[in-house]
């Protein structure tokens, strides 16, 4: 059921109410303009959350990428979470997972043509992206996991809540795994419930939409997990969900922070499935070698290791691993649907804002306005034309910024 893998230590939440003091202050000073939000000329769309991992950021990253890429120049500004590198890089044909993070350089080798950037000070990177030479042509920015980065102002801001750990259940760290309070939802455009069951049923939907006590600017989806076929790491080898034997032993390996839903999609095909959990963004050293070597090897056959895409640029290369292991770890790609017959709608809410937003609209709509000019000058200072912008802030009915 929702929320049933939240954990709350109780005895820290006087620490979480310093902690909420805190956060509570700072989001008081941008809703005040005393901390500034800067807005840009490019379409930006942001994806994130206000929950410690595990929210599904990446695959629906990855979606909106199969969404836009094909009509538009699409560039992915990171963190880049963990990578050994500082500052502004945007990836190349030379670039490892240490340079830019795993989930980025996890995108930069499934989109060959997308801009993969990274950069803690987003500001600074949203700059880098719309002036620097190779990209300076961008028509469309998606931010990942930069919901509390609050000094950019998106024209959508798509809120990420996992099934599993609602944010109206939970509570704030250290007690819980909120990084603010669960009103922090209120800036939201757009907030997707991630990881439902494909059975939910329709009841269901309806207590959690009135549970969210959303407002009426703001809309409301649910997507849950859909897997393709399993693909060896180390061979050319591929294997579909449906062909796994009932006799066959799963080992899935995961660093990520929330793996169980992963464990109930899988237990229908399969229920020998063992779990090896790591923590997210784990970075594997020798003794976990060791340790998926052993967990392997102790497995009776016949036998197979699964792990996600994200775990897969990290564990690809190593050294360490048995041929045992070699020869049978497969990655495990992940996408999300819309459910609910919600998809053409929600692709249409963000076809259409990069449309309307967009470089060669507003340069479009710019020509048109001079030639009217030149025909009619009167009529044109009379009734001066607005041009459309992403970055119109809607003073007088914060938080929303855009219209759907």
């Not at 620097?132 to 024209?155: F, M, N, S, W």
Request: with cysteine.
């Amino acid at each position: 059921m929702e929320g049933d893998f939240i954990k709350i230590n109780e005895w820290l939440l006087p620490f979480s109410w310093l902690y909420g003091l805190g956060v509570g202050i700072r989001n008081t000073l941008f809703d005040l303009g005393i901390l500034k939000s800067r807005s840009f000329d490019v379409p930006v769309i942001s994806v994130g959350n206000i929950t410690v991992g595990g929210s599904g950021k990446t695959p629906h990253v990855e979606y909106l990428i199969r969404l836009l890429h094909n009509k538009y120049r699409v560039a992915v500004l990171s963190r880049g979470y963990k990578r050994k590198t500082k500052g502004f890089i945007l990836a190349d044909e030379n670039s490892t997972m240490s340079d830019i993070g795993d989930e980025p350089y996890q995108m930069h080798c499934k989109f060959k043509d997308v801009s993969i950037a990274v950069d803690r000070n987003r500001c600074n990177g949203i700059e880098r992206i719309t002036t620097d030479e190779p990209t300076k042509d961008t028509d469309v920015i998606l931010l990942d996991d930069a919901y509390q980065h609050r000094y950019v102002k998106p024209g959508i801001n798509i809120l990420l809540v996992d099934y599993h750990r609602l944010i109206i259940y939970d509570k704030l760290l250290p007690a819980g795994r909120l990084r603010e309070s669960k009103e922090g939802k209120t800036r939201a455009d757009i907030v997707i419930v991630t990881k439902c069951p494909k059975d939910l049923k329709p009841m269901s939907f309806r207590v959690l939409s009135r549970a969210m006590d959303l407002f009426p600017y703001q809309q409301l989806y649910f997507t849950c997990l859909q897997y393709g076929d399993l693909h060896g790491i180390y061979n050319e080898t591929t294997r579909s969900l449906k062909d796994l034997k009932q006799d066959e032993h799963i080992l899935l390996v995961t660093g990520i922070a929330s793996p169980e839903q992963m464990v109930e999609d899988l237990t229908p095909y399969n229920k020998n499935i063992t779990s090896l959990r790591f923590s997210d963004h784990h970075q594997f050293n020798d003794d976990d070698v060791e340790k998926i070597n052993d967990a392997f090897a102790s497995m009776p056959s016949p036998r197979i290791i699964i792990t996600t895409e994200k775990d897969a640029t990290r564990l690809e290369g190593i050294e360490g691993l048995s041929e045992d292991v070699k020869n049978n770890i497969y990655t495990l790609p992940v996408e999300v649907k819309v459910m609910l017959d919600q998809q053409e709608k929600f692709d249409e809410v963000i076809l259409s804002y990069v449309q309307k937003n967009s470089k060669n609209s507003t340069l479009t709509k710019e020509k048109n306005r001079k030639k009217q000019e030149a025909k009619n000058p009167s009529d044109s200072r009379e009734k001066p034309i607005r041009l459309p912008d992403n970055n119109d802030s809607q003073a007088s009915k914060p938080p929303a910024k855009i219209r759907f």
